[in-house]
Nanobody
């Protein structure tokens, strides 16, 4: 089995910062892309940021310049540093990893989600 465990969500004031972490564990042979998605009430899940196995990053336009994604390859962990938070960043944030397991096969795995609320 594979598990993605997220941490670091919570409440922040507008203009504040939060840092999310997501650690992947289990029978993992290799990980390609890792990323963060979010889903606000009544809206579809959307990509926030992703980082490939070579370190290339991709960001949604709405978070460029404010959020930074990084990755610790040795720990199979991905981070999302969120600065200058806005109320519209409020959502459940989900970690995603595209990985190959030792038993064979590749697929997308998801964390359980962590709530981020930006409010004064």
């Amino acid at each position: 089995q594979v598990q993605l465990v997220e941490s670091g969500g919570g409440l922040a004031q507008p203009g504040g910062s939060l840092r999310l972490s997501c650690a992947a564990s289990g029978s993992i042979a290799s990980i390609a892309d890792m990323g963060w998605y979010r889903q606000a009430p009544g809206k579809q899940r959307e990509l926030v940021a992703s980082i490939g196995s070579g370190g290339r990053t991709n960001y949604a336009d709405s978070v460029k310049g404010r959020f930074t994604i990084s990755r610790d390859f040795a720990k199979n962990t991905v981070y999302l540093q969120m600065n200058s938070l806005k109320p519209e960043d409020t959502a459940v944030y989900y970690c995603n990893a595209n990985l190959r397991v030792w038993a064979g096969g590749r697929g997308d795995y998801w964390g359980q989600g962590t709530q981020v609320t930006v409010s004064s």
